[in-house]
């Protein structure tokens, strides 16, 4: 019977399709937002799929998407200690634990968020990437569109943020909105319209394209027209998942964590992100207010002491937190995305 058995295991192995036999390993991808939406849809999507065509299947990447393995305030914990293979990851989620990165935060310092990934990367994975994120493999950095600043009632300068409960975007964000005599009202993006709807926040800070995506039009229809701020997502992908593959693998993973890969997951959530604000500004329902050059100016200036706390608290971890500002600027330029 045992030599039945063997001889049927065998017969059945070379009856396996090409596919199968070819498959080397299988990625399981982490990440929190519906699948539906830009972020997924014209960024991680695209992203795996190309890994797994560069591959010839060599590598399958499994997506789990929505929070379904885990919150998403835990995704960088869950792929550096290997409960997922790739996990797409907010940082500003985690207050304080990536200093250096939290420059990506700061208001007021990137106006395109294509050219923007180029340069966040570029940047972060020569001043940073070890020094914070040194426990994992960082992939592509992935923002929206400059997000606005959306409410219940007319905000065109920062005086009328005073009193007010605000959904922040991340960190930085939640630090403006205290500083500016608001209140932070912390939760995922998931739970937004939540938060609106029981009047627990009147505000939020989120890319136009989330007003679709989180069904927040008619909670907050009146909205700021400037770039106010980004939020860049990270890839990163579990160091032993990484070491494990093949030499052949590993220079698919290294193709696709690039500044071009940046700048690509970026350009589909761009895109949607613009094509969401065309269609709230055709919806009468929908109020935009454009701040003059003045407000344009108290905004800038009424940020300004968030570079200022970036670079102390940066600067008590031991870094130099002038020569990174100044590198960040640097590649901003370079790229062409500076406000």
Not at 60 to 77: M, R, S, T, V, W
Not at 94 to 108: E, H, K, N, S
């Amino acid at each position: 019977m045992i030599r039945t058995s063997v001889a049927l295991g065998a017969i059945l192995a070379l009856c396996a399709p090409l596919s199968v036999s070819a498959q080397e390993v299988t990625l399981r991808l982490s990440h929190w937002v519906p699948p539906s939406i830009a972020p997924a849809s014209k960024g991680i999507e695209p992203w795996a799929q190309s890994v797994q065509e560069a591959s010839d299947g060599r590598i399958a990447i499994q997506i789990f998407p929505a929070q379904q393995l885990g919150k998403a305030p835990d995704h960088y914990d869950m792929a550096a200690q290997g409960i997922v293979d790739l996990a797409w990851v907010n940082p500003g989620y985690t207050a304080g634990r990536f200093p250096i990165y939290g420059l990506t935060q700061v208001p007021f310092l990137v106006d395109d968020s294509i050219q923007g990934a180029k340069a966040i990367h570029a940047w972060y994975m020569e001043n940073g990437a070890a020094q914070e994120m040194g426990d994992v493999k960082v992939c592509f950095f992935h923002p929206h569109a400059p997000g606005a600043f959306h409410s219940k009632v007319d905000v065109t300068h920062p005086d009328d943020v005073r009193g007010m409960n605000v959904r922040p975007a991340h960190q930085g964000i939640s630090r403006f909105v205290s500083l500016l005599g608001g209140g932070a009202v912390q939760v995922p993006a998931p739970e937004a319209r939540e938060a609106l709807s029981k009047g627990t926040a009147e505000a939020v800070t989120f890319p136009w394209g989330a007003m679709y995506d989180f069904n927040l039009s008619e909670e907050v229809p009146v909205h700021l027209d400037m770039p106010f701020y980004m939020s860049a997502q990270v890839m990163i992908m579990n160091q032993r998942s990484y070491d494990g593959l093949s030499d052949e693998n590993k220079a698919v993973i290294d193709d696709h964590c690039s500044p071009d890969w940046s700048g690509r997951v970026a350009a589909g959530w761009h895109e949607d992100d613009m094509a969401a604000k065309d269609r709230l500004m055709a919806d009468e329902a929908q109020s935009f207010n454009e701040p003059t050059e003045d407000e344009i100016a108290a905004w800038i200036s009424a940020a300004a002491p968030l570079t200022e706390e970036w670079k102390a608290e940066v600067a008590a971890k031991g870094h130099d937190a002038e020569a990174i500002l100044q590198a960040y600027k640097a590649a901003l330029e370079e790229y062409d995305a500076a406000y």
